[in-house]
């Protein structure tokens, strides 16, 4: 009630104070007569208004409106100022955005929060996908879902050989997440989930607009695929967004996979991986979905006791989201995360401190003013309000123009990392909350303290302008560390020989388990593609190995040292051209035989002879070599050794040959697909240059590098800006003083002991921040450095090189207008 | 004549209570203070207005135009019911103050 009356008061505001007055004009006309003073009219009239309680709006409208005039009076340093800002803040924002639309926002299906995905998990082992007998015990048994949807990727030969990515589906997969048909019409249950009828095939609709100029007769056409006849029935719109996007060519019905790839034996297969969705059914939760999951996998258990792993569930996530991170990947990805928005935070400290120099340097300025005030009756608090409103004021306008950098910034960052097209940096709750705590930070950071310091009578205000400069050091150091360590580890990891060959191999990939392939038909089937390959004009050599080299595959033991197991051919040494240090590689045909590296030799047994020993966990395999480290999996990770072992039909299902051209690789790669091709018409192997591998290895190394040392750069400049603004102020403060010095004869190394000797130590304690703060979180990037140390001295002393070389530039200006200030000039100065 | 000031808060019980007989307009009300104070207190013009704003703020008085005996157009105060059980209840409390104070003074 009371509010209510109040809030009266203050719509009718005008109208009750020109009352008031009226009435008080007659109270004093009435006791003039009594010839008595009624005091300052407007002051009493203030205080009666005062009771109102809105006193605090007019002070803050003048606040505003007094700050306003003062920064449109010097428009280069509210330029400034907000140009710095909208930097600091729209780095931040871009970063915030890119993580937003990967992490926190489902893509544009239909009800995206409804749908799940499962996953395998055991105490023992786990995996991201399930299998089609998973898929087809939960579509028969699950009442929590309403519908199961699979996918499974696979690589398909369109008709003139060129390579398509496919998904196979199922048949529900489109209507489920909503997608339509441009042309013709896309996959549906009734028609497609039924192996009997001949296949049938959805474009996506960049291969349509590509291969078949948007031709709406591809209707109906037949192509073929894998050298079957497959029949177009429509193409995706336009807009059609997958689930866990990525570049599909065309969608065909997961019942016709073993249709289009021999061999495959999908359909009872607990190795071929379908990744797993569903839609929840009413109000049923994913707890829920879990739950019943947990229990169907004790049923399915019994029908399936060697496939189903011991103490199986289905752990149950969101399924519509680019990127849905699992407690496992939480340990790899939020450190990440974590590193990158410490580094974007770094900018906007850079800029924070930068700015909270020019506002001390400007409210130091300003003294004359603010004494006049506080000796008419402001308060010091009323002074500080007067501040932080000019304050606020910046940072309105950098946070409003560090949004719309963001969005540019957001929309850059995701185009250049190759995200697909419906990300779009977008201004949700996320991003305003996120933009308004940033610049209440920044408020704090850049406005509070300066108005608190220069409010502050007769106290040295060094000390906050020693901590911004610290600041600035520290944030700009860490950068200049985190993004030389990248760039170092990515020069070396294309440039220095990795202990492998990259340049002259090519790998041919036949995944013959895949194919239904058991152990002997493999090594059959080894011994066949060897010898052929061998035969070929221009090989050098061929082996075969359970890991591609730089491929995805990885097999890892951590008793006792971290190690990455190989089963390979005995020439694999020669063909990938790692040498044997000591001792000789195990023979043609012999078992109980193994070949350490050098590292794993030095770890296990430091000081000893490895030859002749044990190799740990395994019974009478006897170490009969030890070959140079070669990081083939994992590349120049100093963490890990290897250890290599004869070949086994079992792990020839999986197996890859590699390889060796006497010339280019390039030049044999046609031939060696031919040739592979021949061995068995039903496989189709995949034939990649190892080079190749290595520049995907290093993709995102490269736009890590890239994005920090932007990063650093922009810190950089703001860093040397904010050096040259603090010295120039400085020397002109210290001008008389200087001059003085000069006049009774002082040295130039005395006149730049006074202009620039204070900052000595917090550039110095800035620098030690900086550097600590990398060394202690550059571990982080570990993977990313390939091979170079995250303690890397060269790193570190060239972020403090490269800073201090900027920050001598900076100085130079100033340095030199302090050295020519004449004494008498300098008398005269003010 | 000696002037007292005014206790702090007795200001709106007085001018509640003054109010009580009929509307006034404000220099009538401190007229009225002063006179029924035997001249001993005096309202000062710039603690009436804002008590009397405070008045209007909680809903325990009116003001309207009216036109006075001198013919000048002035604002009168009235009492509203909510201000006339204010009254009764600020005037009980005050009593009882005045009773134990009193009490104590005789007592010592």
């Known amino acids: 009630m009371g509010l209510l009356r109040r809030l009266g008061f203050l719509l009718r505001r005008g109208r009750m104070e020109r009352e008031l007055a009226e009435e008080m004009a007659a109270h004093r006309e009435m006791m003039g007569i009594r010839g008595e003073g009624f005091g300052n009219g407007l002051r009493l009239r203030e205080e009666a ?31 400034c ?22 992490i926190f926002t489902p893509v544009p299906v239909k009800d995206p929060h409804t749908i799940i995905s499962y996953s395998r998990r055991s ?141 495959s034996g999908l359909r009872t297969s607990f190795e071929k991986d379908v990744t797993l969705f569903a839609r929840l059914a009413g109000d049923s939760t994913p707890g829920a979905a879990e739950e019943e999951a947990r229990a169907l996998m004790l049923e399915m258990k019994k029908i399936h006791p060697n496939d189903i792993w011991d103490g199986e569930w289905l752990p149950v996530r969101p399924g519509a989201y680019m990127a849905s991170i699992d407690e496992r990947e939480r340990a790899v990805v939020y450190p990440v995360i974590g590193l990158a928005s410490a580094l974007v935070l770094c900018v906007l400290t850079v800029a924070c401190a930068n700015l909270g120099n020019l506002m001390l340097a400007r409210a130091l300025g300003r003294a004359r003013e603010f004494s006049i005030r506080a000796a008419v009756g402001a308060s010091r608090g009323r002074l500080i309000r007067q501040l932080l409103t000019e304050s606020l004021l910046l940072a309105a306008l950098g946070t409003a123009a560090g949004i719309g950098l963001s969005y540019w910034g957001g929309r850059y960052m995701l185009a250049a990392t190759g995200a697909p097209r419906f990300l779009n940096p977008a201004f949700d709750w996320r991003v305003g909350l996120v933009s308004a705590g940033l610049s209440v930070v920044a408020v704090l950071v850049f406005g509070f303290m300066p108005a608190l310091q220069a409010t502050r009578t007769a106290r040295s205000k060094s000390r906050l302008r020693g901590f911004f400069v610290g600041a600035q050091v520290a944030a700009c150091c860490l950068l200049l560390v985190m993004s030389s360590l990248l760039v170092r580890g990515l020069v070396r990891a294309l440039t220095v020989d990795p202990g492998f060959d990259t340049v002259h191999t090519l790998t041919v990939q036949p995944a013959l388990g895949e194919h239904g392939y058991r152990a002997e038909s493999a090594r059959a089937y080894f011994d066949e593609l060897r010898q052929r390959l061998s035969a070929a004009p221009g090989v050098a050599g061929v082996a075969a190995v359970s890991l591609a080299p730089l491929g995805n595959r990885m097999a890892t033991t951590d008793r006792p040292v971290r190690t990455v197991v190989y089963d390979a051919d005995p020439n694999y040494f020669e063909v990938m051209r790692i040498p044997i240090r000591r001792g000789r590689r195990f023979g043609e045909g012999e078992t109980g035989a193994c070949v350490v590296s050098e590292s794993f030799a030095q770890r296990v047994w430091p000081g000893e002879d490895p030859l002749g020993k044990e190799f740990p966990g395994r019974g009478g395999v006897v170490v009969v070599g030890v070959a140079a480290d070669a990081r083939t999996v994992a590349l120049r990770d100093s963490s890990t050794t290897e250890a290599y072992f004869p070949t086994t039909g079992g792990s020839l299902r999986s197996s890859t040959m590699v390889v060796r051209a006497e010339g280019r690789p390039e030049s044999i790669a046609a031939a060696v697909e031919e040739i592979s091709r021949n061995v068995d018409p039903r496989v189709r192997p995949d034939i990649e240059l190892v080079r190749n591998n290595l520049e995907r290895k290093t993709e995102s190394a490269r736009s890590g590098a890239l994005i920090v040392s932007c990063l650093g750069v922009m810190a950089l400049l703001l860093a040397a800006v904010g050096v040259y603004g603090i010295a120039a102020y400085t020397v002109t403060q210290q001008t008389r003083d200087i001059g003085i010095r000069v006049a009774i004869g002082a040295p130039a190394r005395e006149v730049l002991r006074v202009a620039v000797g204070g900052f000595r130590m917090p550039v110095f304690i800035g620098a030690v921040c900086g550097l600590g703060l990398a060394a202690a979180f550059s571990a982080v990037l570990r993977r990313e450095l390939f091979g170079v140390s995250p303690l890397d001295p060269v790193s570190y002393a060239g972020a403090v090189g490269v800073f201090g070389a900027v920050a001598a530039v900076a100085l130079i200006g100033p340095v030199r207008r302090a050295l020519r200030i004449a004494p008498a000039q300098a008398l005269r100065y003010e | 004549m000696p002037r007292i000031e005014m206790p702090q808060g007795a200001l709106g019980l007085l001018i509640l209570k003054v109010l009580q007989a009929g509307p006034l307009h404000g220099y009538a009300i401190a007229q009225r203070i002063h006179l029924l104070s035997e001249e001993v207190l005096a309202v000062e013009e710039g603690s009436l207005y804002p008590a009397l704003q405070r008045l209007l703020l909680k809903g325990w008085v009116q003001a309207e135009w009216a036109v006075s005996e001198t013919n000048r157009r002035v604002r009168a105060y009235k009492l509203t019911p909510a201000g006339r059980k204010q009254l009764h209840a600020e005037l009980a409390e005050y009593e009882q103050a005045q009773a134990a104070i009193q009490a104590v003074l005789r007592g010592a």
């Open chain 1, 49 to 79: 208004a005062d009771v109102y309680g809105w006193a605090w709006l007019d002070r803050v409208r003048q606040d505003v409106s007094f700050g306003l005039r003062l920064l449109k009076k010097s428009p280069v340093f509210t330029l």
């Open chain 1, 123 to 263: 105490p023992q082992a786990s995996s991201g996908g399930a299998t089609y007998p998973h898929l087809d015990f939960l579509r028969r048994h699950a009442r929590t879902v309403s519908a199961v949807m699979a996918y499974r990727s696979g690589d398909l030969t369109f008709d003139g050989g060129r390579r398509v990515s496919a998904r196979f589906v199922t048949g529900n997969w489109f209507t489920e997440i909503g997608g339509e048909a441009a042309a013709g019409r896309v996959l549906n249950a009734e028609r497609d989930d039924d192996s009997r009828v001949a296949p049938v095939a959805v474009l996506s609709h960049s291969l349509w607009t590509a291969e078949f100029g948007s031709d709406p007769a591809i209707v109906g056409r037949i192509v073929r695929l894998n050298g079957k006849p497959v029949t177009v029935v429509g193409v995706a719109a336009f807009a059609f967004v997958d689930l866990k996007p990525s570049e599909t060519d065309l969608w065909l019905p997961l019942e016709q996979e073993p249709a289009l790839i021999e061999g």
């Open chain 1, 81 to 102: 100022a907000v140009l710095i800002l909208a930097i600091g803040i729209g780095v931040n924002l871009s970063g915030f955005q890119v993580l937003n639309v990967a």
